[in-house]
């Protein structure tokens, strides 16, 4: 053995404790031990360092220790004394590697319990301690599966839920009980109910936010909150604990470079407990957003984001046939606006196009005599899909009857056998191979669903769509999970809408001007609306999915649709009035003349056009025709100062004598006429534009 510094000597203490379970006298205690035996050898105090709440698995974090380190850098001691040398660290590889450095600047360590520490005491007390911390994880590893599998549960309190304080017979408290917290129960729900009625992730967030309703943590809402991580079942929409299942060891921790890495475990390496009274979310809801989020990963990135719109993606500009998205509320051309080989100025507003393909639908499409042919084979099809579906039950059904009878033998098996070799490692394999068949020819069952026959005639079909699609669109201004519904289910009825400027007809400077809108969809998706209940067609119901997607018979009508600027509108609705005026006047129409006269009429036009002052009406038509030369002002300084046509053949002073012995005149009010409109239906298989085969 090496023998103790001679007294003199200078000597530093060094002391820890781990946790915040641990007494904070701990040190002082410590210390107190380190200054007696530094007394009986007489050496000198140098300086105390400490680590208070750290463990000595790692070196992370302890600034006590690196002080340390330094002092003894810069040769502020000779001798370092410790309790024992798990204070320092219970972590073999740091325990030597401080060890060295201490050796190579020449200091002596030392333990109260064992003064100089040898080479071999060093190496077993290390490899001792390092086992000591093993073997409290697995102890406590055991005691949390033993609470796990009497009912409690480990680890933090999920969102939704709130511990529950209870004591035992004997007065000590029973951790790890659960129960639902009311208010965030419902948010919970709330949640799961917006997401499979279309809402995105970020829409959800926004209205929590806006009402002021706190994270989990406190502070805004974010959508990490909600989608958590697929791989871990963490997050509000991934959480199974809220279908009543804990999993248990769902995250594996290991240290590494002074880091703590997590690694998410597989399902078949978790303790799973069953919670029937935790249950928040009913199973049909959850797996429906489980198979969303399951489909949203597949997806490319462009494909995640949810419709905006109604026809968000499925709008077309007839030229070039490039997208046509929304921008200031009109459609515009992408060819035109973001890629410079489109010449396509025209901008239709979206609310208006997306009404008329809806009114024009009810109006050109619904009609018995056209649905008649096209119900009869959807008859045919979905009897076809009826009777695959009933054989591919029926042939799961008995897989899943022999896969059970598999099961039982193998645990009978598996339960006679005494030993635990090889063949019984084999058949438990075997089990979780089945158990996994199972589990998928199960859920395969649960959710296949039969194509539902039609059987009302044509008429009370198209009575029930009609019913349906303005039941839908009513519920598109309702609140934000009925509308994100009904926006899903109206996109399924519509393929493509293309948007072609009229030839012939004029656009002003906005892009303002008539558009043809051809509209296309599968007849299948409109024949299906024919079975939803219009009563609760948004009401807490799943997404609609249509069974006959892959049907080849479409629909496919155009139309002309008429657009002006809503800044125009009302000047194109009041020109009449005027130009009627202007036509049969044999004076000067003044200002007054045109405000009464348009007082007078309906507003035609925009809606803001009706509350505006026939005066100011009269301004706005006035100041049109001057910038575009067809009026002009003949002054007389009078009140009898008014407008006549540019191209009368009159001159200013012709129309002055005119104003002095005026004329006998009576002035008729224009007449509006609107000509007729023909639209032409397409049904059968689609081929492009103007090809079309009729079936």
Known sequence: MRALPEPGSRVAFYSRYSTSLQSYKSIEG??????????????????????????????????????????????????????DIDRASRDAADMHRIAKELEELDIVLCTVVGGVVTDIELAFKSVQHQQFIKQNAEKSKRGQELAVSQGRMSGSV????????????????????????????????????????????????????AEKEPAPKGGLWRVGALLGNRHGGIGILRNPAYVGEYHYRKTQRKRRKNKMKMRFTAESERIIVQHPELRIIPQDLWDRNQARLAENYDKPFHAKRKGEFVFTGRVFCGKCGCTSIASSGKYVCTGRS???????????PRVAVEQSVFDRLQTHLLSAG??????????????????????????????????????????????????????????????????????????????????AVPVDDAEVIAARITATLKNLQAALQSDDREAARAREVLRGLVSRVVLTPTPGTPTDGRGAGDVTVTVEGPLAALIDLAAIDINRVTKDAPQLTYSLDNATAGWRF????????????????????????LDHADVPVTMTTFAEALDA??????????????????????????????TRCVNLKTEHTGYVWNDDGLTDEEWKARVAAPLMTKVLPPLRISPPEAVVVVVGQLGPAGGDQSG
């Not at 959807?378 to 042939?395: G, I, K, L, S, V």
């Open 30 to 83: 410590q210390e107190r031990l380190c200054a007696g035996y530094a007394d009986k050898q007489r050496w000198v105090e140098a300086g105390r360092y400490s680590d208070a709440e750290r463990s000595g698995t790692t070196t992370m974090g302890r600034q006590g220790l690196f002080q340390m380190l330094a002092a003894a850098d810069r040769g502020e001691f000779d001798v370092l004394l410790v309790e």
């Open 558 to 581: 155009s139309y002309v649709l008429p657009w002006r600027d809503p800044r125009l509108t009302t000047v194109y609705g009041d020109l009449p009035v005027l130009t009627g005026l």
């Open 338 to 348: 973001q890629k410079g080989v489109c010449d396509n100025t025209r901008r239709a």
């Open 601 to 630: 009429a309906v507003p035609v036009g925009a809606e803001e056009g009706a509350a505006q002052s026939g005066a100011q009406r009269a301004r706005n038509a006035v100041a049109y025709l001057q910038a575009k030369s067809f």
């Open 158 to 209: 999920a969102y939704g839920y709130r511990k529950v304080v209870a004591a035992d017979e004997h007065g000590k408290p029973i951790n790890g009980l659960r129960e639902k917290d009311p208010k965030r129960a419902s948010i919970v729900e709330r949640i799961h109910r917006d997401f499979d009625a279309g809402k995105s992730s970020f829409e959800i967030c926004k209205a929590l936010n």
């Open 370 to 451: 056209l649905l008649k042919p096209c119900i009869d084979a959807y008859r045919e099809e979905a009897e076809r899909a009826r009777t695959e579906y009933e054989a591919r039950r029926q042939d799961d059904q008995s897989r899943l009857e022999d896969v059970d009878q598999r099961i039982a033998n193998l645990v009978l098996q598996l339960g006679g056998m005494r030993d635990t070799g090889y063949a019984s490692q084999m058949l438990a394999a075997e089990l979780d191979r089945l158990g996994a068949d199972k589990a998928l020819l199960e859920k395969q069952l649960k959710a296949r669903h039969v194509a």
